[in-house]
T-cell receptor, first 114, second 114 residues
Framework: EAQVTQNPRYLITVTGKKLTVTCSQN?????MSWYRQDPGLGLRQIYY???????DKGDVPEGYKVSRKEKRNFPLILESPSPNQTSLYFC?????????????FGPGTRLLVL | AQTVTQSQPEMSVQEAETVTLSCTYD???????LFWYKQPPSRQMILVIR??????QNATENRFSVNFQKAAKSFSLKISDSQLGDAAMYFC???????????FGTGTRLKVLA
């Protein structure tokens, strides 16, 4: 089954404790992206990647890191989480080229930073 | 810069009736794509419909159709014969060809009354 998976689905942590949220897709998509969703703000793009070792900032990259060492994986790293990073996070992917702008989303990761 | 505005935080519709969700956008690009996503209580992001800016014909998917007014930069979603399963948060989004950035609106929560 073609899908985007995220782990963990739920996470409670404390301020300053480094964490990684994994994202993996099995559709051989070149493009992957991370979003955060907050009430009243919709989804905002954090980082995106066009291919292995190619990443770029979205609209809200502060406090986050990403890496793309393999085509299928795009982990989101919070090196020193703060309470304002409490949010619902989505990973998404899509192929590049051929007017394939439609993204496929993972199930989301709910993060609470105390 | 691109922007997306959803001015209706919440709407209600009677079961079997028709409802229209509004979305306006702004972009200086000529080649762009517009999307409506549905987010049910499960939080999964589900593509409802997409529209290529270069196509004059409005997109339709079963009970869902759009009214794409390019000059007015308006992209409304019409849901016909509303069903209880249509109750969800709906997000409008835009991306321009080659930018790889996606901008989402703040969402409209749709309630369907039995």
């Amino acid at each position: 089954e073609a899908q985007v998976t995220q782990n963990p689905r739920y996470l409670i942590t404390v301020t300053g404790k480094k964490l990684t949220v994994t994202c993996s897709q099995n559709m051989n998509h070149e493009y992957m992206s991370w979003y955060r969703q907050d009430p009243g703000l919709g989804l905002r793009q954090i980082y995106y990647s066009m291919n292995v070792e190619v990443t770029d900032k979205g609209d809200v990259p502060e406090g986050y890191k990403v890496s793309r060492k393999e085509k299928r994986n795009f982990p989101l790293i919070l090196e020193s989480p703060s309470p304002n990073q409490t949010s619902l996070y989505f990973c998404a992917s899509r192929p590049l080229g051929g007017a394939q702008e439609t993204q496929y989303f993972g199930p989301g990761t709910r993060l609470l930073v105390l | 810069a691109q922007t997306v505005t959803q001015s209706q935080p919440e709407m209600s519709v009677q079961e079997a009736e028709t409802v229209t969700l509004s979305c306006t956008y702004d972009t200086s690009e000529s080649d762009y794509y517009l999307f409506w996503y549905k987010q049910p209580p499960s939080r999964q992001m589900i593509l409802v419909i997409r529209q290529e800016a270069y196509k004059q014909q409005n997109a339709t998917e079963n009970r869902f159709s759009v009214n794409f007014q390019k000059a007015a930069k308006s992209f409304s979603l019409k849901i016909s014969d509303s069903q209880l399963g249509d109750a969800a948060m709906y997000f409008c989004a835009i991306t321009t060809s080659g930018t790889y950035k996606y901008i989402f609106g703040t969402g409209t929560r749709l309630k369907v009354l039995a």
